[in-house]
């Protein structure tokens, strides 16, 4: 789990996005996975990023998705 999610103890660290790409780097590096293919989904996509920019040597590849939700109410045709 990330810092702060999950079953993981919110302790009042630092819960920035560096602090997450870091904590997924050094993730990787420990285990001696790199270079990965690192992917992120929502908030996750900007860690990957993150990761990808400040440890290029540990990204083979990188995919991240952001998809902002929408009001489905929105989608509906109006009603003349």
């Known amino acids: 789990d990330q810092r702060g999610h999950g079953t993981s103890a919110y302790d009042g660290d630092n819960f920035s996005l ?11 590096d420990r285990l001696g996975l ?6 992120g989904h929502s ?3 900007f860690v990957a990023r993150k ?8 990204v083979d590849r990188y995919s991240s998705r952001f998809i902002q939700e ?11």
Do not use: H, W
Not at 34 to 39: F, I, L, Q
């Open 43 to 45: 908030m996750g996509s």
């Open 51 to 58: 990761v990808a920019l400040a440890r290029p040597d540990l």
């Open 70 to 80: 929408s009001n489905l109410y929105t989608l509906r045709p109006q009603r003349r």
């Open 34 to 39: 790199g270079p990965a293919a690192v992917v």
């Open 18 to 28: 560096g602090a997450f790409a870091a904590d997924a780097a050094a993730l990787i």
